[in-house]
């Protein structure tokens, strides 16, 4: 299924005991008779592979394999966009750290020192009635 990149349906473990299927004592322990794998694929690339296993053994019609596979592209595009908000969150975190200190000395800019001002200046005005500051 690695290399293959299709959804891969087994009637009957049994019958395909060594090839197909590795764990096949557990399978026969537990009454395992079919199982269905599901690539998730991004950009061409197989990511992870959904297993999922039946205690019958029973055949799987054309629509229903259609419809795990568009589930599956669905899935792949989700994880491709989480990617992406992890990649632009972690830029703009970058972009913050780069504008809010200097690069050379990583001393705190001005830009830092008004934020904080402010940010302390907004706690103090519940208890603050008459005050002036001169700058």
Not at 11 to 27: G, H, L, P, R, W
Not at 70 to 95: C, H, M
Not at 101 to 111: E, G, K, M, P, Q
Request: with cysteine; aromatic share 12%; charged share 20%.
């Amino acid at each position: 299924m690695w290399n293959s990149q299709q959804t891969e349906w087994v009637k009957d473990i049994y019958q395909e005991k060594d090839s197909v299927f590795i764990c096949f004592q557990i399978a026969e322990k537990i009454g395992i008779k079919s199982a269905l794998g599901i690539p998730i694929i991004l950009d061409k690339q197989v990511l992870a592979i959904l297993v999922f296993f039946h205690k019958f053994s029973q055949t799987l019609d054309q629509n229903s394999i259609q419809l795990v596979n568009a589930v599956a592209t669905q899935l792949g595009g989700l994880i491709q966009r989480k990617k992406s908000e992890l990649a632009l969150k972690k830029a703009n975190q970058n972009l913050k750290l780069i504008a809010s200190f200097d690069i050379l000395t990583s001393l705190a800019n001005r830009r830092t020192f008004d934020e904080y001002f402010h940010q302390k200046w907004e706690q103090l005005i519940p208890f603050l009635k008459n005050f002036s500051t001169l700058c």
